[in-house]
């Protein structure tokens, strides 16, 4: 009877709401499920087709999940909305790199007058990716000059600086530049699968070596290859 009784009994069910399917995405998303917060995101969607935070996520994960397309598409539309910058530029940076499109980087993705540090630091050094992969070098190299003004300590930007560096056949001071950008916390794995970068890390490397043995060689960078 009293399972009769249960059966019978009206159960209140509440109904999510977009916000609630959002937040369950961000709970998804910082557990690394990226697949089931991209269903929550979606059902925020249909509740609400301009909810801006869930396109921004949406996209962030689009291009964690390697898939540009899609994460220029909702980052695109989260701009239509108004996203903040601070969100939404070095996200939208990244996928236009990522898809070659540099001119955009240059024209969409600009400082302008207001920007925090942090933001301004993002998008000089967007800028001087897409200037290098323009083959611009003086301006690429400009870009990271002046991320150095704004932090000087920024180790991206020596990066950045080295690779200008073995574009133009300076392979001496491209290696003191890694070596800058690895004291400021670079972490040399990061080089592991770079043709560029990984041979003069390997030289790096060796001269640390011959240091804690208290000998440093005389080594020359340029028989290594760069390709």
């Known amino acids: 009877v009293l399972f009769s009784m249960c059966l019978s009994w009206p159960v209140a069910v ?3 709401d977009s916000d609630d399917y959002y937040q369950a995405a961000q709970e998804y998303f910082e557990e690394g499920k ?3 917060a991209v269903i929550q995101l979606k059902n925020a969607l249909l509740l609400d087709q301009d909810y801006t935070k869930a396109r921004l996520l949406l996209g962030k994960i689009y291009l964690e999940q390697e898939n540009p397309r899609s994460a220029e598409k909702e980052l695109g539309r989260a701009r239509e909305l108004g996203a903040d910058r601070e ?4 996200l939208l940076g990244k996928v236009l790199l990522i898809l070659r499109q540099e001119d ?3 024209e969409e993705v600009k400082v302008e007058k207001g920007d925090s540090i942090p ?3 993002n998008i000089l050094l967007l800028q001087g990716k897409a200037y290098l992969l323009k083959e611009e070098l003086d301006t690429a190299n400009q870009k990271f000059s002046d991320v150095l003004a704004l932090e000087p300590n920024a180790a991206e930007a020596f990066l950045g600086k080295a690779r200008v ?3 133009r056949g300076e392979h001496e001071p491209a290696s003191e530049l890694i070596e800058r950008a690895l004291d400021r916390g670079m972490p040399i794995r ?3 699968n770079d043709r560029v970068l990984a041979p003069f890390c390997d030289e790096i490397q060796r001269k640390e070596t011959w240091k804690d043995i208290g000998a440093i060689p005389r080594y020359r960078f340029f028989l290594h290859p760069l390709q």
């Open 14 to 16: 509440q109904a999510m």
């Open 34 to 36: 990226l697949k089931h």
């Open 87 to 90: 969100d939404l530029l070095p």
């Open 104 to 106: 955009r980087v240059i």
């Open 119 to 121: 933001l301004q630091i």
């Open 165 to 167: 560096a073995i574009k």
């Open 190 to 192: 990061q080089f592991e």
